[in-house]
């Protein structure tokens, strides 16, 4: 490995410094370590266009009291194309605000007088948090997709076996065969199958 490539930063951090009187300890204690590659939100920049801008692994977000008004911006964030996992410093704890705090986006809730010596582990914690949580959350989605087609061939079968006088095996089949002439998934089959006969009905 080359020493640029040992030196080269390999953490990239958004802050967005709402307290001024933290603010430039805060960016002094992050800019003193060489691993990360340290950002600011520019005067008058939207929350959401600062992260289209410069793409960073992690936000930062240095608040005197995390009201509802101040959370506006994350929560902008949050849900978009361009969601990151977002670490909040405030002064004053609040545990409704906190809540609110989550729920917007939050992954790393954090309540101090003075930026911490060391700020990497609680980003980096904010990180595993967010993976970790849009990992649960696809798996929960891919599961309830994967019901959902399910219910959707066991409808079409079931329309397929009254209509055609036909056994569930030969219901199946007759969708297998669909989806391989159409080069679709046995599913989109069961819909559109589904859909003409509704069409069909109505008429």
Known sequence: MTEGALSRPSLKVLVADENPKRGYA??????????LEVLTVPHGMA????VRLHGPDVVLV????ADRDAL????????????????LFVDEDDVELMET??????????????????VKPLLRAAI???????????????????????????????????????????????????????????AVVAADYLALQRKDNAS
């Open 47 to 50: 929350l959401i266009e600062a």
């Open 128 to 186: 595993a948090l967010y993976t970790r949580f849009h990992r649960t959350r696809n798996e929960l989605t891919e599961a309830q997709r994967i019901l959902a087609e399910r219910s959707i061939i066991e409808q079409a079968k079931r329309c397929f076996m009254k209509n055609e006088k036909a056994s569930e095996p030969q219901a199946y089949r007759w969708l297998q065969r669909r989806a391989m002439q159409t080069s679709s998934r046995i």
């Open 72 to 87: 506006d911006s994350i929560r902008a964030l949050s849900g978009s194309a361009l969601e990151r996992p977002v670490a």
């Open 26 to 35: 805060l960016l002094e204690t992050l800019r003193a370590d060489a691993s």
């Open 101 to 118: 705090a989550f729920d917007t986006g939050i992954c790393s809730y954090n309540v101090v007088d003075a930026p911490p010596r060391d």
């Open 62 to 65: 240095d608040m005197e009291r």
